[in-house]
């Protein structure tokens, strides 16, 4: 469920920067409305990535703490903040299901059903969208063969593959919490 907020992996490699960060100091370092990052981090709560600091009340505490597990996760999300802004891709980048596609290409789920099936939860109308927004900002290409039937493949392009190297070491966790 990382990726199910478009704000979650922002948050998370925020509060690793930061080591912690008050609500309204996320809100706005980030730019996003209050409901979008108490959404997100209510998420990242239940999942057990962040919580809040339980010294809290001092004016310089900050509110909310990565824990254990969401400061490994934490130092991935700022890797891929940086991948995914040098290549300006930050508006698909972040989307719902950006993310768990790429991640299903460079697993060798090259065609469509199979992405389906390694995605469950996955509509098809969305993944259709997703590879659209993901070929329209050069992350996927599409190839269609000349055989009968006609078979069509994605693959990752150069920017894809980079992304996908940033996404090496989170493959396991990001599966994980994104299929259930």
């Known amino acids: 469920m990382l990726f199910h907020h478009r704000w979650a992996v922002p948050i998370l490699a925020e509060l690793h920067r930061c080591s912690g960060a008050k609500f309204v100091t996320l809100v706005n370092r980030l730019g996003a409305s209050r409901d979008s990052i108490s959404a997100a981090l209510k998420s990242l709560v239940e999942q057990g ?4 600091n339980p010294g809290h009340g001092h004016p310089l505490r900050p509110e ?3 824990t254990r597990e969401g400061a490994a996760v934490g130092r991935w999300c700022v890797r891929i903040i940086k991948v995914i802004s040098a290549l300006g891709i930050e508006d698909v980048g972040f989307r719902k299901w950006s ?3 790429a991640l299903a290409i460079r697993m060798g789920r090259q065609r469509f059903s199979e992405m389906r099936a390694f995605l469950p939860a996955l509509s098809a109308r969305a ?3 997703t590879l659209k927004e993901l070929q329209a900002v050069g992350v996927v290409e599409r190839a269609v063969t000349d055989g009968y039937p006609p078979q069509t493949h994605y693959r990752l392009t150069a920017a ?3 992304v996908s190297r940033t996404l090496a070491g989170m493959s396991t966790i990001a599966v994980s919490h994104d299929s259930a």
């Open 127 to 129: 993944l259709a969208l």
């Open 99 to 101: 993310i768990p596609v």
């Open 49 to 52: 990535w962040v919580m809040r």
């Open 160 to 162: 894809g593959l980079r």
């Open 64 to 66: 909310y703490l990565l």
